[in-house]
């Protein structure tokens, strides 16, 4: 949000928005600026770059990947700081209420986030269709909401639509809709492992919230994810890594445009994301328990938003001018 005229300026100015455009936003002269920015499919771009270098103090990625790929298109490592996002542990555990779907099969798959090319919900609707058939005792719950800003654009909802009258088809669940923290922790609850086939993420909460509810999830193998996912926790699925140098302008999820030189990105293979969505229906409830277990202990023990405010409060530290409050546990 602009600054009112005659406003007093702030002590710290940390700019997280992205419904305005990034590369016109000059930060106030003499005020230490904190840059928050995701780039998912690869580098930052270099008009990025030459801002958070020129004008902000520090710039902060969610994850090592974000970080790394900051560090590959220019921007001065003194100034990148891996600050995570959160759950909050009293929502999202594994004991409360099941969401109640309509649905009668025993095993239960879930996708939650915006159907859309980035996040992969191609390759799962195809290789979905393709692992089960109608006769399976299998369901994928499709967790959407059109009307976020982010993903009005129908990339899937036709094939889930095509999908779910298909009579030979495996069973879906689609709720395109809004659901509160609690009950979308009951949504985690109520089914066995989430999917996640995502191109590219610069961090995917859902991820985190799935685990923190005892709800395991099939993740690629690269990117964002690896900071919280490991074998222990995820069903890992090795992708193809798509590298290239590119020059073309690209836009982003609200219109604006950015140039960029570079991409970076994953592709899960549809055989093998077959393989994975059968492999996890047939795991004996002692594999699906322990990872269930193991993801519930990292995401509750490493990435609380309580966790996250601590360590936002310590790269902030630096640049104040007076002390800052401590949180209350």
Known sequence: ??????????????????ESHFTAFEPPAGVPSVAVRTWDFGPLPPAWVEKINRGFAQYWAHTSWIAGLAREAGVDPDRIRIVPHGIDPGVFRPDGPSFPLATEKRFRLLFVGGVSVRKGSDILLEAYRQAFTADDDVCLVLKDHSADLFYRDNHARDRIAELRTDPL???IVHLDTFLPEPDLAALYRACDVAVFPYRAEGFC???????????????PEFGACLDFCTAETSHLVKPRRIRAPVSRSFSVALGFEERITAVDFCELGVSHLIGALRAARDASAAAHAAKAAAGVARAHG???WAKATEIVLAQLAPLAHQALPSIER
Not at 3 to 18: E, N, Q, V, Y
């Open 1 to 18: 949000m602009p600054r009112s005229p005659g406003a007093p300026a702030p002590d710290i100015l940390i700019h997280h928005d992205f």
């Open 169 to 171: 088809a495996p069973e």
């Open 205 to 219: 909460i859902p991820i985190l919230e799935a685990m923190a509810c005892g709800t395991p999830a099939i993740v």
């Open 302 to 304: 490493s990435f609380t």
